[in-house]
């Protein structure tokens, strides 16, 4: 479809995959299609009535996990036990949470791959240019204003399907401390 997928097989087995920006359903279609020409497995979260059938075994097949989101279940805490129980987990969070914009990305992405103890992997579709990619694994710090700042050079010259949708890459933490 004349698009450019740029990155390698990580060598990690597990990491934190953000996908950002995220301004569009077409994200998804580009990100299935790039992670199978880079040959990598991936999993990313989705509402649990897209697991009911006839959708649901598709969704599992193509690395789906159903997150309830009616209610609190400390998710981070759950995604760690599969990080710990499955040595080959690539779980691909949009840190915005939406595809429309916010003055905050949420901070999950951040907090699961601490714990988890696993690296980060900066994935991202740039539409002007048709460039799909992921970057290298990256550890996190643990000095919150440094890793953003870092992820927030990254991204500064990506742009969505929709720019104004693009939201701000900035943790609500980061206004507290």
């Not at 987990?89 to 901070?107: C, E, F, M, Q």
């Not at 104004?164 to 933490?173: C, F, G, M, N, P």
């Amino acid at each position: 479809m004349g698009w450019q997928v740029t990155g390698e097989l990580p060598s990690a087995k597990q990491a934190v995959i953000i996908a950002a920006p995220h301004t569009s359903n077409w994200d998804f279609v580009y990100l299935i299609a790039a992670a199978a020409h880079l040959g990598i497995k991936i999993n990313w979260l989705g509402k649990a009535s897209l697991f009911r059938q006839p959708l649901g075994y598709f969704m599992k097949r193509f690395g789906g996990i159903a997150v309830d989101r009616s209610k609190q279940n400390n998710l981070v805490q759950q995604l760690v036990l599969k990080y710990r129980e499955d040595s080959d987990v690539n779980l691909v969070i949009p840190p915005a949470g939406t595809r429309k914009y916010t003055d905050h990305w949420k901070s999950g992405f951040y907090h699961l791959a601490m714990a988890a103890e696993v690296p980060l992997i900066y994935g991202y579709l740039d539409y002007p240019r048709r460039i799909a990619g992921l970057s290298k694994p990256t550890r996190l710090t643990g000095k919150l204003p440094f890793d953003m700042e870092a992820i927030r050079q990254f991204y500064k010259d990506k742009i969505g399907l929709y720019p104004e949708k693009t939201s701000h890459i900035r943790l609500h933490e980061e206004d507290i401390n």
